[in-house]
């Protein structure tokens, strides 16, 4: 094991089955992270999550509202009227995890993307 990665930090024989890597995986979507911060004003309806993302299609807005339904993050809301009403709001898991990693992941990038920018387009490895 690693320095650090035992059991007690939910970890186990291999970093492979970190949980770490888990939680991790949350970041593997594109639109997923995009998705939570459009939902932390409150719940939106799937047109109105189109308009405020920009650029997602809606193929790729229902994969992404799946995989975070199916992960706890985000609730589905239907409403009896005419006509029905669906809209979608974070759980306390996925406000926790915008406070938390999605926060903490932009003002990273507002301190850094300057730089990030810079030495992608200077081809530096």
């Keep these: 094991m690693m320095a650090g990665m035992d059991d007690a930090h939910g970890c186990y024989e291999f970093i492979a089955d970190c949980r770490l890597r888990e939680a991790a995986s949350l970041f593997a979507h594109t639109w997923d992270p995009t998705l939570l911060a459009a939902l932390s004003e ?3 309806r799937r047109r109105a999550l189109r308009s405020v993302i ?3 299609s809606d193929k790729a807005l229902t ?5 975070l339904l199916d ?3 985000v ?4 409403y009896r009227q005419a006509p029905p009403r669906v809209d979608y709001a974070l759980t306390a898991l996925g406000r926790s995890f915008v406070d ?5 992941l ?3 990038t507002r301190e850094h993307a300057d ?3 810079e030495a992608r387009l200077s081809g530096r490895p």
């Design 54 to 56: 920009g650029g997602i």
């Design 106 to 108: 932009a003002d990273w």
């Design 71 to 73: 992960s706890g993050m």
């Design 115 to 117: 730089t990030l920018a």
């Design 63 to 67: 994969e992404s509202l799946h995989r």
């Design 42 to 44: 409150g719940p939106l």
């Design 75 to 78: 609730e589905r809301r239907s």
């Design 100 to 104: 938390g990693p999605v926060r903490a």
